[in-house]
């Protein structure tokens, strides 16, 4: 998600950045708050109203940066890697690298972002006491803050996936059964059950209520409902793909080029005849780097005569390569975590195969054909968030 976000800093190799949907969510909150503290302190002025509100709506989205920090920094404690931390449309999300390996580890991950919350309610809450009536102004935000974060615990520990409760009574299923997949099947058909209810629950508040309250629990509820149905999708494909290694599914039709080729020739020859867009360069059967059309389209089109693919690709030194026997659940991982489509698959210097995405959901899609694996909806998409993601509805 990150790709599609605007970057701001970087906390202990964590990057945060704000999707552009929160810009959206951030004015309608803001507007929202500042009509309500409208009607109830009618006394203040219209520059107050809007600095509460600006600031309630802020310090809101940075205790939400605050929850999703915690889940990272306790799996970074745990030797998990942390890819980033995102907010987004319906609160922030937080990319972790690989699934926990025990349940122990699970239920700490998950259960230190209602701790924070629950710490932050704590402190706004004493804020709001220290400070009394004067200022008021002060005494509102704090205490808005401190009900908002309060909201938050409650709500994340609703026991339904991918929810921090979800997560945590997955752990205690899992601990239970023994069986990760069995406890996100359980954990994930609590959370779509959840988002179902959210969803009329939405549908009823909007009709009956306020369109707006009724609009914002059913885009809820429809969001957590997908989450915990891709979850289902995720954990079938790691069950489905664990045991098998790189050789067992890589492509062993390689489309190689040379380095002397210029790119006019590739795209005229290569290119164009097969439709492609990746290749490996090769001498002989040494590998020597790989170029897509990201390279060729780097260079002006009037300079593709004069340019030589070995001039443009990328390096052998500079490519994550993977060796024959590597776990395949790993070169997914290696997929995601460094955002590449392909990676070719080397014993020494010899190249021997290659594994694309596309390649792997052919893989999955046989197995399905042949009744190897449960029907699923399986799709790019899906694949690419194979890795684990802690959300804050």
Not at 141 to 163: D, R, W
Not at 373 to 379: A, E, N, Q, T
């Amino acid at each position: 998600m990150i790709g599609q976000s605007v970057k701001l800093k970087t906390f202990r190799g964590i990057d945060v950045g704000i999707h552009y949907s929160w810009f959206i969510v951030c004015v309608l909150i803001t507007f929202s708050l500042t009509a309500r503290f409208t009607s109830e302190y009618p006394h203040w002025t219209l520059a107050e109203h809007y600095m509460v509100g600006i600031a309630t709506s802020l310090l809101f989205f940075v205790s939400i940066l605050v929850h999703e920090l915690a889940h990272g920094f306790v799996a970074l404690a745990k030797g998990i890697s942390v890819r980033s931390v995102t907010l987004f449309l319906f609160g922030g999300v937080a990319q972790i690298g690989r699934r926990p390996n025990r349940p122990l580890t699970e239920l700490q991950i998950a259960i230190a972002g209602p701790i924070a919350s629950a710490v932050l309610a704590v402190g706004f809450g004493t804020v709001e006491y220290l400070v009394g009536d004067q200022p008021e102004q002060l005494a509102v935000l704090a205490g808005s803050l401190a009900l908002i974060n309060l909201m938050l615990t409650a709500f994340n520990l609703v026991p339904g996936f991918p929810l921090d409760g979800g997560r945590i009574f997955r752990a205690a299923l899992w601990y239970i059964t023994g069986s990760l997949t069995k406890a996100t099947r359980i954990a994930a058909g609590t959370g779509q059950a959840i988002g179902y209810a959210l969803i009329f629950l939405g549908i009823w508040t909007g009709f009956s209520l306020d369109w707006f309250s009724g609009l914002w629990l059913a885009l809820i509820g429809w969001f957590l409902m997908n989450a915990a149905q891709e979850s289902v999708v995720q954990v079938s494909v790691r069950s489905t793909l664990s045991g098998l290694v790189a050789e067992d599914v890589m492509s062993r039709d390689r489309p190689s080029v040379s380095g002397r080729i210029n790119l006019a020739e590739l795209v005229q020859d290569y290119v164009l005849r097969t439709g492609r867009r990746c290749f490996t360069v090769t001498d002989g059967n040494r590998l020597e780097g790989l170029v897509t059309l990201h390279h060729i389209k780097a260079v002006p089109q009037k300079r593709w005569a004069q340019v030589s693919v070995g001039e443009v690709m990328t390096p052998m030194w500079q490519l994550r390569v993977v060796g024959p026997e590597k776990p395949l659940l790993d070169v997914l991982r290696l997929l995601e975590c460094q955002d590449i489509n392909q990676v070719p698959v080397v014993a020494g210097e010899r190249l021997v195969g290659m594994i694309t995405r596309d390649h792997l959901l052919r893989v999955l899609a046989a197995k399905i054909e042949m009744g190897l694996v449960d029907k699923l909806k399986l799709d790019a998409p899906g694949l690419s968030k194979l890795p684990q993601a802690s959300s804050t509805a």
